[in-house]
Nanobody, 127 residues
Framework: EVQLVESGGGLVQAGGSLRLSCAASGFPFEDYAIGWFRQAPGKEREGVSCISSTRISGHSTYYAPSVKGRFTISRDNSKNTMYLQMNSLKPDDTAVYYC?????????????????WGQGTQVTVSS
């Protein structure tokens, strides 16, 4: 059974930092592209960042323009865990954050191309 479990969300002041973690199990983590998405109240779920499988030579990452330079995605295949380091947080970053896994080594920005999702973790940034 595939499981993705997020942790690390919380309440932080603007300008602060949080690190989200996503523990994965039930699938060959190293072979999957993975991503972080978020959904703010009243808005559609959107992509934040994604990273390809490390089995791809020169594996790649992608960031939404709104978070580029502030957020960093990473993965630790030895721990089957992915991370999202979020710095210089803004109130607009307030959302439920979801991790997701795609049964392909190639990253994708398309929500419908992800096969499995975590339950989400709330991030609230106060002004």
């Amino acid at each position: 059974e595939v499981q993705l479990v997020e942790s690390g969300g919380g309440l932080v002041q603007a300008g602060g930092s949080l690190r989200l973690s996503c523990a994965a199990s039930g699938f060959p983590f190293e072979d999957y592209a993975i991503g972080w998405f978020r959904q703010a109240p009243g808005k559609e779920r959107e992509g934040v960042s994604c990273i390809s499988s490390t089995r791809i030579s020169g594996h790649s990452t992608y960031y939404a323009p709104s978070v580029k330079g502030r957020f960093t995605i990473s993965r630790d295949n030895s721990k089957n865990t992915m991370y999202l380091q979020m710095n210089s947080l803004k109130p607009d970053d307030t959302a439920v954050y979801y991790c997701a896994a795609r049964s392909s080594r190639v990253l994708s920005w398309m929500l419908h191309e992800y096969d499995d999702w975590g339950q989400g973790t709330q991030v609230t940034v106060s002004s």
